[in-house]
């Protein structure tokens, strides 16, 4: 199993970023996949979910109505839209594949004020 993150960078508060997963070594379409994030000093927190065929969506309450989840079972990718984005939006962001115990090297995401 590989997952790659990409996408983050430093932006100033209220603006957005959209991350990429790519995955591979599962059948990607079988697998929920979710979002995790962990800031510095903080637990990695949970941040949305995608059903496999993309049917059902879960966010926590901290980035609901922020941020989209979706994804493209062709490409085996997971993306994340972040949209007014906040500085405690700063994190490590990860993507990881319902039950099993993989994790990528993550993507660093900056919000400045």
């Known amino acids: 199993v590989q997952l790659v993150e990409s996408g983050g960078g430093s932006v100033q508060a209220g603006g957005s970023l959209r991350l990429s997963c790519a995955a591979s070594?599962?059948?990607?379409?079988?697998?929920?996949m979710s979002w995790y994030r962990q800031a510095p000093g903080k637990e990695r927190e949970w941040v949305a979910l995608?059903?496999?065929?993309?049917?059902?969506?879960n966010y926590a309450n901290s980035v609901k109505g922020r941020f989209t989840i979706s994804r493209d079972n062709a490409k085996n990718t997971v993306y994340l839209q972040m949209n007014s984005l906040k500085p405690e939006d700063t994190a490590v962001y990860y993507c990881k594949p319902g039950s099993l115990d993989y994790w990528g090297q993550g993507t660093q995401v900056t919000v400045s004020s």
């Open positions: 070594g599962f059948i990607f379409s079988r697998y929920a």
């Open positions: 995608i059903s496999g065929a993309g049917g059902t969506t």
